[in-house]
């Protein structure tokens, strides 16, 4: 990986609440608050200055700019949230350009397993402990949230065993 021990170490704590907290608020009411994107994001700004070089870090946070940018013409599109557009932007400075293809082969993993799971409770008994989740009625549409922070958080829990 290309991602070192140490800013996995550094970001993983911060990081790791935020996350699980995206993917509950997307299961419970449909929605990523901006609340937990500004938060992400600021968690980089400052956390990022002790993990990582300056120079990196700078590079990093342009990537934020950039996958928001991206992010705002997919949501325009219809293709994207705006809530999943924008934590995908938050997110981005923590990823290693060096690992985006395993954060690709992790994305698509985490989201497979997202979806499989979701639906499957859906139609189970597990449903009764959280029966007024907005995700359970909405036919097609899918929390991302609980895919995309899922992806985040094993991206840096395997930067913790695995980085460089």
């Known amino acids: 990986m290309a991602i070192t021990i140490y800013s996995a170490a550094w970001f993983f704590p911060f990081v790791l609440p935020i996350c699980l907290y995206v993917a509950y608020t997307d299961m419970a009411r449909m929605k990523i608050t901006n609340g937990a994107n500004i938060l992400l994001a600021a968690v980089f700004v400052v ?10 870090y700078l590079w990093r ?3 934020l700019g950039i996958v928001l940018v991206v992010g705002f013409i997919l949501n325009a599109a219809g293709a994207m949230g705006a809530g999943d557009s924008k934590f995908a932007a938050a997110a981005a400075p923590f990823i290693a350009l060096g690992d985006l293809r395993l954060l690709m082969f992790l994305f698509m993993a985490a989201l497979l397993a997202s979806v499989a799971t979701h639906r499957t409770i859906k139609h189970t008994p597990l449903r009764r402990l959280a029966p007024h989740w907005t995700s359970w009625e909405q ?3 899918f929390p991302m949230g609980l895919a995309l922070g899922a992806t985040l ?6 930067g913790l065993f695995y980085g460089a």
Not at 47 to 56: E, H, R
Not at 153 to 158: R, V
Request: net charge positive; glycine share 14%; hydrophobic share 60%.
């Open 139 to 141: 036919g097609k549409k």
């Open 153 to 158: 958080a094993l991206y840096l829990g395997l």
């Open 47 to 56: 956390v990022g200055l002790i993990a990582l070089p300056f120079d990196l």
């Open 61 to 63: 946070l342009a990537s």
